[in-house]
């Protein structure tokens, strides 16, 4: 079982940053592939970034050259740098872990941080 704990959220205006932090029970962090998620009101969870286990990296068109995802493992922590922020990001945004063995894989969720942006 893993488990995860997302913090930073909060209220910015619109150009501003901030950066959500999600902290990963286990001592097998470094072997979870990690990515983040969001979900506006009234919509979908929509993915946002991804980091594999090696440190690839991959993101949503609507992020990219904006959000930087980022691990370290030695806190079990991943992280997701927001800049040049948009009212349209404003969600709750959501922690996934993935772990695999063998063919198998499961995937874990926390319990989100809400980012509103101003305009």
């Known amino acids: 079982q893993v488990q995860l704990v997302e913090s930073g959220g909060g209220l910015v205006q619109a150009g501003g940053s901030l950066r959500l932090s999600c902290a990963a029970s286990?001592?097998?962090?470094?072997?979870?592939?990690m990515a983040w998620f969001r979900q506006a009101p009234g919509k979908g969870r929509d993915f946002v970034a991804t980091i594999s286990r090696n440190g690839d990296t991959y993101y949503a068109d609507s992020v990219k050259g904006r959000f930087t995802i980022s691990r370290d493992n030695a806190k079990n922590t991943v992280y997701l740098q927001m800049n040049s922020l948009k009212p349209e990001d404003t969600a709750v945004y959501y922690c996934?872990?993935?772990?695999?063995?063998?063919?198998?894989?499961?995937?874990?969720w926390g319990q989100g941080t809400q980012v509103t942006v101003s305009s």
């Open positions: 996934r872990a993935r772990t695999t063995i063998g063919t198998m894989s499961t995937d874990y």
């Open positions: 286990g001592r097998t962090f470094s072997s979870y592939a």
